[in-house]
């Protein structure tokens, strides 16, 4: 289990050109060794910096695989959905077929949505019992919650399943579907993309400090992978030994 790599630049802007850049650097060297590219995004943030980014880059989006880290358990036209954010702000523009796209299905229950999500899962990752995503893209809240999973919450400790309901999410809405660590922790690459001076003091405590109970994102450490954070100067500058 490595160490987390840690870079930071000068601006936002920067910070989403960078993460785009380790995404489709990441795709096309997947693509030229197994001909295909798997990718997690989640949503806040992270679609923002994402959207921006990809649409301009250069890539065979036939051979994409797209899950979603995390996604809110609410009809396609509300705001919170992040498949509709991708839908509109990337899918739309790039030549990436709809049918390599998983969106959570928001017209079953939660809990059998996280089922048909583990169903969808397995359809891409057909050899792993555990997914072995090539990329995972992960934001961070204020809380330190990353996915769907937040401090002291029981699915912390879920061991068994590689994908779960949660209906108590303490940040809206209440009903989710989100990776869980053992996924998480069997990527290749995790990387994290925070920003913003409102964000330093939990970058702080996730990053530097070990003591007492982890927080969820500083849980994220893949066993035979990496995890990278890319921050801007606001969202860094509380650390202390960058
Ligand atoms: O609720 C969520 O929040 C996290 C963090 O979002 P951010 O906007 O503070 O970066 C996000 O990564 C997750 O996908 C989302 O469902």
């Given at each position: ?63 994409w695989r797209v899950f979603f880290c995390d996604e809110r358990h609410v009809p396609f036209d509300d705001p919170e959905c992040t ?160």
């Open positions: 289990m490595a160490a987390p790599i840690i870079e930071v630049f000068s601006t936002e802007e920067e910070v989403s050109q960078k993460l785009c850049q380790l995404v489709v650097t990441r795709a096309n060297a997947a693509i030229e060794s197994k001909g295909l590219f798997t990718v997690g995004f989640s949503g806040g943030s992270a679609a923002k910096f994402l959207c921006s980014g990809l649409p301009k880059c250069n890539t065979d989006w036939s051979k498949f509709t954010i991708y839908k509109e702000n990337l899918l739309s523009k790039v030549p990436l077929p709809e049918v390599n796209v998983f969106p959570l299905n928001p017209d079953i229950s939660v809990e059998e949505a996280a089922e048909d999500y583990v169903r969808k899962l397995y359809s891409v990752f057909t050899t792993d019992p555990v997914p072995r995503f090539d990329v995972l893209v992960l934001g961070m809240g204020p809380d330190g919650h990353t996915c769907s999973l937040f401090p002291g919450h029981p699915l912390l400790k879920e061991t068994n399943q590689i994908a779960a309901a949660i209906s108590d999410s303490p940040k809206p809405p209440p009903k989710r579907v989100t990776l869980t660590f053992p996924t998480i922790n069997n990527a290749k690459c995790a990387v994290f993309a925070s920003c913003g001076s409102a964000k330093a003091d939990i970058v702080q405590k996730v990053l530097e400090d070990t003591s007492g109970e982890l927080l969820p994102a500083a849980r994220v450490r893949p066993v035979k992978g990496e995890v990278i954070w890319f921050l801007d100067k606001g969202a860094a500058s509380k650390l202390k030994k960058v």
